[in-house]
């Protein structure tokens, strides 16, 4: 039986505060939490309705009635795992980072740090304002990739002022992307959902990029923020 304390904890876990409070974060979903239960991440508690045979200390037996007491889905999965948040790591410089200037949709920033994983990103650098990576939304968006890009949160500005490497930012009005010569090093700055990179992280970037449009109409307004990575990212990728 699930205990009122462990029911307090859990549901708090929906809030940012709360997971940094406890250090403490959810995951749902079988095939995530196994691939979670694979990584360098430390497990708090597991609660599921079938076992999955890993330490009795850490592992619950639940009804799928108390399951869904706890989940933050509205079709529960069969298991629900809280995972300790790990400490921050250096950033390394030397290589392409991703920076995002205040992406708010969960499931955006899920798709990047998919996206980062996916085309070898070791770094992904988040303004504050950036939704929290820790976001029961965001992880289950990740498909388990969070284990494998390093995520911090920084002073954007102060950031980008300090690092050495070339900045390159997506806008609508930059150069066309498929006719640059890109590096292996560097960052590649997207914005936010609704009004793209703000004008002071602007001012600080190197050479501003975009993705042409081909319709005959020129109608549509702009990418999906995550759209927009993927096809950025393979581009820095296609030489390399």
């Not at 859990?10 to 239960?37: A, D």
């Not at 250096?90 to 949709?105: G, K």
Request: proline letters at 3%; a neutral charge.
């Amino acid at each position: 039986m699930l205990s009122k304390s462990q029911i307090k904890l859990i549901t708090s876990l929906k809030q940012k505060k709360y997971r940094q409070q406890h250090g403490l974060f959810v995951v749902e979903g079988l095939k995530t939490i196994k691939e979670l239960l694979q990584s360098n991440l430390m497990l708090h508690a597991l609660y599921t309705t079938e076992p999955f045979n890993i330490d009795a200390k850490e592992e619950f037996l639940l009804s799928e009635v108390d399951l869904k007491r706890i989940s933050f889905l509205s079709t529960p999965n069969k298991a629900l795992a809280v995972f300790k948040i790990p400490d921050v790591k250096s950033i390394d410089t030397n290589q392409l980072m991703v920076a995002l200037d205040d992406v708010r949709d969960p499931g955006n920033l899920g798709t990047i740090i998919r996206l980062c994983d996916w085309f070898g990103i070791k770094d992904l650098v988040c303004s504050k304002a950036t939704v929290d990576c820790y976001n029961p939304k965001v992880i289950q968006a990740t498909m388990g990739s969070i284990t494998r890009v390093n995520i911090s949160y920084v002073d954007l500005v102060t950031f980008l002022k300090a690092t050495e490497t070339p900045i390159y930012g997506a806008f609508m009005d930059g150069e066309t992307v498929y006719t640059k010569s890109l590096p292996e090093q560097g960052v590649l700055i997207m914005g936010n959902e609704a009004r793209g990179i703000s004008k002071t992280i602007e001012a600080i970037v190197d050479t501003k990029i975009s993705i042409p449009r081909f319709g005959a109409l020129q109608a549509t307004e702009s990418l999906n923020v995550a759209t927009a990575t993927a096809i950025l990212l393979s581009e820095f990728k296609r030489d390399y």
